[in-house]
């Protein structure tokens, strides 16, 4: 009997190590509990393209040609390229988000006249293109250049004096008088008002003074003004993402009392490029992130990271790029803006190395369900999930979900799994979902998928090898009896 035994369990290891060979899903009626299905899906190393995380493109969008050289821009409105043949970017990673930056004076042009449609054109194409879009209205940017001023009207306003902050004229207009956080806290409210929780829009910049909204000078803004600015984004945008710049401790924790924020800085990957002796990545970043309080604010809301200037600037340097990768990883990054200037060539590995790190991957490890049930009955499954990446997926808009499917028709239930916890290493999720008295008997798919709760449609790509046309994972067979005809019970 005992020899028997053995040699039942070495075909079942046969059957299951060929399946796994075959790039598909293996389905093993577990010996140790009479009934139950087991399955360890194969993972998979491929780069995926998932909502919310990676590169991001910059002022574009998927398949629109890159940057050339060096050189970028920003603030004024997108110059759209038309039609594209591809959403494949040459040089560039697949993107999931591109990445808006606008000046207060195009989208207020006249004192409280909006042009919603630069807002509602983007984020139309972005979602075209397979995008949603983060934005960020920047009050002004650097220069005399009458284009990067505050809108002309404020201007007039407020008189010419153009350079306000004393130390290095970081501010174009003067942001204790209170007619800044009136007009400018404004239009952000207005803003959210027309725009919280938009389906294709992924977060939103908390920006508040500073050449092109990068906050420099915030540690010196009084209390009140502060936090009269600060209410305008925490106050207004309930549901969309919010990221704060990493500037100082007072503006941090203040955000922070409100709402959770994430952080986000604009020149990841300095190291020495303005100073010999100073720099982002040793000097600014490492100590800003914990003197702030803002270790953990990755836990609630998404990182999001910038290039400092574009990343054939780090290979000219000789930078090193795995140093800064590594950094950002720990730094919990879900997102990067590479201002679409082109990947250099050979660091096409080290990219996608990143691109496997950064936000989250889950990898399903196991998952256990009845090998059949009768109609009425709760289906129970157990399932153990790995988070490979280093962020979990911040947006309640998806749902764990289950799909039984036939050539008789398909059930789809969402499980209340909440996603937004499930942090980098192993994740439990043990429930069930209830079989309809009406759904015909029969053998059925069983099918697992993360979905969108506002279309229904498969969003999120697993780690794992099997993936459907349409984005679901079979998990194998379950027979689905008539209600008197049950053999087994699920425990």
């Known amino acids: 009997m005992q020899k028997l035994l053995f040699i039942y369990r070495f075909f079942l290891i046969v059957i299951f190590l060929f399946l796994q060979t075959k790039d598909t899903q293996a389905q093993i009626v577990d010996y140790k509990k009479e009934g139950i299905v087991r399955i360890l899906p194969k993972e998979i190393d491929s780069v995926l393209d998932n909502p919310g995380i990676g590169f991001m493109t910059f002022q574009r969008f998927n398949g629109d040609s890159l940057n050339n050289g060096l050189r970028w821009t920003e603030g004024e409105p997108i110059a759209y390229q038309g039609e594209v043949q591809s959403l494949k970017n040459k040089d560039y990673p697949n993107t999931t988000i591109a990445y808006f930056r606008l000046y207060w004076r195009f989208l207020e042009p006249r004192q409280g006249k909006f042009n919603w449609t630069l807002i509602d054109e983007a984020l139309k194409t972005a979602h075209q293109r397979g995008q949603t879009l983060l934005l960020r209205i920047a009050p002004y940017g650097e220069g005399a250049d009458k284009g990067n001023d505050v ?29 800044y956080a009136k007009y400018f806290g404004n239009m952000i409210t207005k803003l959210a008002q027309r ?18 909204g990068e906050g420099r000078g915030t540690g010196e803004l009084a209390k009140a003004t502060r936090e009269s600015l600060v209410d305008a984004y925490t106050d207004n945008f309930k549901q969309t993402p919010l990221i704060a710049l990493l500037t100082d401790r007072k503006t941090q924790q203040y955000t922070l009392s409100k709402r959770p924020v994430g952080w986000r800085i604009d020149c990841l990957g300095d190291l020495g490029g303005f100073d010999d ?58 997102s990067f803006n590479a201002k679409s200037s082109a990947i250099p060539s050979a660091w096409w590995p080290h990219v996608n190395r990143w691109l496997n790190k950064m936000g989250y991957r889950y990898v399903l490890k196991k998952m256990t369900y009845p090998k059949e049930l009768a109609r009425g009955q709760k289906l129970n499954f157990t399932s153990w999930w790995e988070n490979k990446g280093v962020a979990p997926l911040y947006k309640k808009q998806f749902a764990l979900a289950i799909r039984l499917k036939n050539t008789a028709g398909e059930i789809r239930r969402l499980t209340d799994a909440d996603l937004t916890t499930w942090l980098p290493g192993d994740n439990l999720y043990d429930e069930g979902i209830f079989i309809p008295y009406d759904l015909k008997t029969g053998t059925y798919d069983l099918e697992i998928g993360i979905v969108d709760r506002n279309t229904g449609e498969a969003k999120v790509q697993l780690a794992i090898a099997g993936r459907t046309a349409d984005g679901w994972y079979p998990m194998g067979k379950i027979e689905i009896l008539a209600s008197e005809s049950s053999r087994a019970q699920f425990e």
């Open 151 to 179: 809108p002309d009207w404020y201007r007039t306003i407020v008189g010419k004096k153009n350079e306000w902050f004393v130390d290095s004229a970081g501010w174009r207009v003067d942001p204790e008088d209170t007619r």
């Open 195 to 212: 725009y919280d929780g938009h389906p294709d829009l992924e977060a939103v910049d908390l920006s508040i003074v500073g050449f092109w």
């Open 277 to 334: 002796n100073w720099s982002h990545m040793y000097d600014y970043y490492p100590q800003g992130i914990v003197g702030f309080g803002m270790q953990d604010a990755w836990i609630k809301a998404p990182i999001s990271l910038e290039v400092c200037w574009v990343m054939q600037k780090w290979k000219d340097e000789g930078w090193d790029i795995d140093y800064i990768i590594d950094q950002s990883l720990k730094w919990h990054i879900s």
